[in-house]
């Protein structure tokens, strides 16, 4: 089965710095989009950003200039630099992908993913 695998949640103080990663495993994937969400208790999944197979970007107006999504192609993997993070990114993250699964030689099937979540807490 095809799964994301996420990674580089934690503790951070106000002003500093995470980089949130995620990669797809399990099968052939043939990436359309990849991007990160975020979602607090008893709040809607919100984007953050999102990055396309030919590295158009589109952000959240909170986090531009802030954060910076990027990705590597061969890896099938999505990053996200989060720089002077503040109280309010205090939420869980969720890596998203979009794109074409290789059943056979000439057969895909499209798949939309999601991830577990990581959490990323801000404290003084």
């Known amino acids: 089965q095809v799964q994301l695998v996420e990674s580089g949640g934690g503790l951070v103080q106000p002003g500093g710095s995470l980089r949130l990663n995620c990669a797809v495993s399990?099968?052939?994937?043939?990436?359309?989009?990849m991007g990160w969400y975020r979602q607090a208790l008893g709040k809607q999944r919100d984007l953050v950003a999102t990055?396309?197979?030919?590295?158009?970007?589109n952000y959240a107006d909170s986090v531009k200039g802030l954060f910076t999504i990027s990705r590597n192609n061969t890896k099938n993997s999505v990053y996200l630099q989060m720089n002077t993070l503040k109280p309010e990114n205090t939420t869980v993250y969720y890596c998203?992908?979009?794109?074409?699964?290789?059943?056979?030689?000439?057969?895909?099937?499209?798949?939309?993913?999601w991830g577990q979540g990581t959490l990323v807490t801000l404290y003084s």
């Open positions: 990055i396309t197979h030919s590295d158009n970007t």
């Open positions: 998203y992908a979009a794109g074409l699964k290789a059943v056979d030689v000439d057969t895909d099937r499209f798949l939309e993913l």
């Open positions: 399990g099968s052939i994937f043939s990436m359309y989009a």
